[in-house]
T-cell receptor
Framework: SQTIHQWPATLVQPVGSPLSLECTVEGTSNPNLYWYRQAAGRGLQLLFYSVGIGQISSEVPQNLSASRPQDRQFILSSKKLLLSDSGFYLC????????????FGPGTRLTVT | DAKTTQPPSMDCAEGRAANLPCNHSTISGNEYVYWYRQIHSQGPQYIIHGLKNNETNEMASLIITEDRKSSTLILPHATLRDTAVYYCIVKQNQGGKLIFGQGTELSVKP
């Protein structure tokens, strides 16, 4: 069966520090991969998605970047965190050209202080 | 922008059916209706999706009106563990992006 991992689960970082969040998927090949952010309360915002190694699409301009160095690995990064980067970061995967549902990881709660 | 409209909150008694409505009056012919839910501090969970026929799985039933402008997610016997935010989303089945609105916060009460 397929599983998706994210780490760390929680993170507290000072303003101006770098960030690296990792997401890995097991049990599937060539998945679509996604990074979402959920700021205060409800409402998920799609940040990045990837249809293959090295292929990244950005949905909103921001202080963050994403990379996909391996088929089932997706990394979210920042060189210098802002207070507004605080939130709940979720990674998701879907079957490439499949029937569309996405499967979400457990998330990383980031607090920038 | 989300293409759906949902009530912000609903209550349901434990053991009763929870009927969550969603309006999607601008849905196009190749767009499906998807439902997800998010339990507090967890990632969203896929529930069900459909195009025009009613669908049922082990979690819920999805009733889509004939004109496809609205739908209802039915949890037949709600439990306390069904307390969550429920999101109704329309998107193309192949590709497309999930655009989450504000959803409906369902509270199941004993």
């Amino acid at each position: 069966s397929q599983t998706i991992h994210q780490w760390p689960a929680t993170l507290v970082q000072p303003v101006g520090s770098p960030l690296s969040l990792e997401c890995t998927v097991e049990g599937t090949s060539n998945p679509n991969l996604y990074w979402y952010r959920q700021a205060a309360g409800r409402g998920l915002q799609l940040l990045f998605y990837s249809v293959g190694i090295g292929q990244i699409s950005s949905e909103v301009p921001q202080n963050l970047s994403a990379s996909r160095p391996q088929d089932r690995q997706f990394i979210l990064s920042s060189k210098k965190l802002l207070l507004s980067d605080s939130g709940f970061y979720l990674c998701a995967w879907s079957v490439l050209n499949g029937i569309g549902e996405q499967y979400f990881g457990p998330g990383t709660r980031l607090t920038v202080t | 922008d989300a293409k759906t409209t949902q009530p912000p909150s609903m209550d349901c008694a434990e053991g009763r059916a929870a009927n969550l409505p969603c309006n999607h009056s601008t849905i196009s012919g190749n767009e499906y209706v998807y439902w997800y839910r998010q339990i507090h501090s967890q990632g969203p969970q896929y529930i069900i999706h459909g195009l025009k026929n009613n669908e049922t799985n082990e979690m819920a039933s999805l009733i889509i009106t004939e004109d496809r402008k609205s739908s209802t997610l039915i949890l037949p016997h709600a439990t306390l563990r069904d307390t969550a935010v429920y999101y109704c989303i329309v998107k193309q089945n192949q590709g497309g992006k999930l655009i989450f609105g504000q959803g409906t916060e369902l509270s199941v009460k004993p």
